[in-house]
T-cell receptor, first 118, second 112 residues
Framework: GAGVSQSPRYKVAKRGQDVALRCDPISGHVSLFWYQQALGQGPEFLTYFQNEAQLDKSGLPSDRFFAERPEGSVSTLKIQRTQQEDSAVYLC????????????????FGAGTRLSVL | QKEVEQNSGPLSVPEGAIASLNCTYSDRGSQSFFWYRQYSGKSPELIMSIYSNGDKEDGRFTAQLNKASQYVSLLIRDSQPSDSATYLCAVFGGTSYGKLTFGQGTILTVHP
């Protein structure tokens, strides 16, 4: 079946512009995660949804970052008034529900969106 | 102290050799441990998971976990040039429940 799909793959924004990044998880996966990966570093957690509920947003670096998953499937990460330090790859991951043979801790990643803020 | 630390790289090994990648973590409540492989410009790909002390083997890969020492390792036997990638150690559980905490990654190069 299809994996985690992210769009766009690449986004160039001018400083101060708002951007929206989309994630379409694997069908049937209830848990969805966003990570930020700076060049040469491991991914860093941003936020986590179970269905439509945002259970943890402790990793969002500022109030310019906002994520939603209104119907419990597709999620959007929005960054307002982008800054140069927001330049990174934004990874989305999803996990199957417990009791289906999968575990919440097994996360499958999308290809990411590379954001460059000029 | 970083929550998850990996041995500094880059690591270079000849084809056919054993590559050894190490990782330590600080949260004793951590429950699940993973190794992801990431090729340049690509997404992380899960290659091994381990949950209990000891060794777990899958083909040319062996993961080792020692919870008392808070140490996880990955051995790659008969290394191939196609194994050249960044290897990420990730930890789940404890205070990090609901998210993976990653190390900074170790770049592995296997030269013919």
């Amino acid at each position: 079946g299809a994996g985690v799909s992210q769009s766009p793959r690449y986004k160039v924004a001018k400083r101060g512009q708002d951007v929206a990044l989309r994630c379409d998880p694997i069908s049937g996966h209830v848990s969805l995660f966003w990570y930020q990966q700076a060049l040469g570093q491991g991914p860093e957690f941003l936020t986590y949804f179970q269905n439509e509920a945002q259970l943890d947003k402790s990793g969002l670096p500022s109030d310019r970052f906002f994520a939603e998953r209104p119907e419990g499937s597709v999620s959007t990460l929005k960054i307002q008034r982008t800054q140069q330090e927001d330049s990174a790859v934004y990874l989305c991951a999803s996990s199957p529900p417990r009791g289906s043979g999968g575990a919440i801790d097994i996360q499958y990643f999308g290809a990411g969106t590379r954001l460059s803020v000029l | 102290q970083k929550e998850v630390e990996q041995n500094s790289g880059p690591l270079s090994v000849p084809e056919g050799a054993i590559a050894s990648l190490n990782c330590t973590y600080s949260d004793r409540g951590s429950q699940s441990f993973f190794w992801y492989r990431q090729y340049s410009g690509k997404s992380p790909e899960l290659i091994m998971s381990i949950y209990s002390n000891g060794d777990k083997e899958d083909g040319r890969f062996t993961a080792q976990l020692n919870k008392a020492s808070q140490y996880v390792s990955l051995l790659i036997r008969d290394s191939q040039p196609s194994d050249s990638a960044t290897y990420l150690c990730a930890v789940f559980g404890g205070t990090s429940y609901g998210k993976l905490t990653f190390g900074q990654g170790t770049i592995l190069t296997v030269h013919p």
